[in-house]
């Protein structure tokens, strides 16, 4: 069975993808499954320069979910390019790096490295992460800013360019709009929500950023609402995202809008969940006879 995707000009030979973060620079987890077989990794996302992260704690399970405050660790867009691509390229693996500049120029110059490099196959531009506080929140939520952003990467690329968004806004349909009309071939959605935890023995927030990301099945109806929102709203691909774990949450995502979706959070707990996702949706789509084209917005 065909199971490809077309993904702003660059196909997909299916519609389960790594989400960013999650899943490293794909050395980790293809510790556990065969890498080859996803349709893409969307790897950590990268800085101009090594990031080491926040202080403080990062992470803390919450009720079906997790919240972090990784900060954007990251090795760097050189290391990237020496010591991760060659690995990922020998896997025969879609790699969409995740670019996390913390300026419009610093996410310019990435993409600029990044565009034309053989084993990169498409950028995503991180415009939604909660937990930085230079540039992630503020191009995530601001149209102005977001238009500007996107207007000035893609003049620098030519690569399919799929754009990030933050749930924390009013109308995210909205803001992919302004994200298709700036120059994005396509978008993911959603990025974490934010959140944050008490530490009641210090009587103070338990992160030091105060506020962190919050992921996992926790988010998943929000995150259905808002990829079939932007499906009646725009005509670009949407890759969905948030809480899947199992084949029916595929099913979700895909039956709302999403052209592809990526798993993530519970990869941690499941490594396996995607190659199984990834067989349970071709056994539904061939016991009904039906083509992944025909299921993508079949709840519209």
Same mark, same amino acid.
Do not use: Q, W
């Given at each position: 069975m065909d199971l490809s995707v077309d993904i702003g000009g660059i196909t997909l030979k299916n519609p389960i993808t790594i989400a960013s973060g999650t899943g490293g620079y794909g050395e980790e987890l293809a510790q556990f499954i065969d890498i080859s077989r996803l349709g893409a990794l969307f790897t950590k996302g990268l800085s101009l320069e090594p990031r080491p992260g926040n202080r403080g704690h990062r992470i803390i399970e919450t009720p079906s979910g997790v919240l972090n405050s990784i900060g954007l660790e990251n090795v760097g867009v050189k290391r990237f390019?020496?010591?991760?691509?060659?690995?990922?390229?020998?896997?025969?693996?879609?790699?969409?790096?995740?670019? =996390?500049?913390?300026?419009?120029?610093?996410? %310019?110059? /990435?993409?600029?490295?990044?565009?034309? +490099?053989? $084993?990169?196959?498409?950028?995503?531009?991180?415009?939604?992460?909660?937990?930085?506080?230079?540039?992630?929140?503020?191009?995530?939520?601001?149209?102005?800013?977001?238009?500007?952003?996107?207007?000035?990467?893609? =003049?620098?690329?030519?690569?399919?360019?799929? %754009?990030? /968004?933050?749930?924390?806004?009013?109308? +995210?349909? $909205?803001?992919?709009?302004?994200?298709?009309?700036?120059?994005?071939?396509?978008?993911?959605?959603?990025?974490?929500?934010?959140?944050?935890?008490?530490?009641?023995?210090?009587?103070?927030?338990?992160?030091?950023?105060?506020?962190a990301g919050l992921s996992g099945p926790a988010i998943r109806p929000l995150a259905v609402r808002s990829v079939f929102e932007i499906y009646k709203e725009v005509d670009i691909p949407i890759i969905g995202m948030g809480g899947i774990s199992s084949i029916e949450d595929v099913l979700e995502f895909i039956m709302a809008g999403a052209s592809a979706v990526s798993i993530g959070t519970m990869t941690m707990v499941s490594p396996q969940l995607p190659i199984a996702c990834l067989e349970m949706l071709e056994k539904f789509l061939e016991e009904r006879h039906l083509s992944i084209g025909e299921l993508v917005g079949m709840a519209h």
């Open positions: 390019l020496e010591e991760k691509i060659p690995f990922l390229r020998e896997r025969n693996v879609r790699v969409i790096p995740n670019v =996390a500049g913390h300026s419009v120029d610093e996410n %310019v110059e /990435l993409c600029g490295i990044l565009s034309g +490099i053989d $084993g990169v196959d498409a950028l995503e531009l991180n415009v939604s992460c909660p937990n930085v506080k230079e540039g992630g929140i503020a191009f995530g939520t601001n149209a102005e800013l977001l238009a500007e952003l996107i207007e000035r990467v893609r =003049a620098v690329t030519n690569a399919v360019l799929i %754009v990030k /968004l933050s749930p924390n806004v009013d109308d +995210i349909a $909205g803001f992919a709009r302004i994200a298709k009309i700036a120059g994005a071939d396509a978008v993911s959605a959603v990025n974490t929500y934010l959140g944050m935890k008490i530490d009641i023995e210090r009587g103070k927030p338990y992160f030091d950023g105060i506020v």
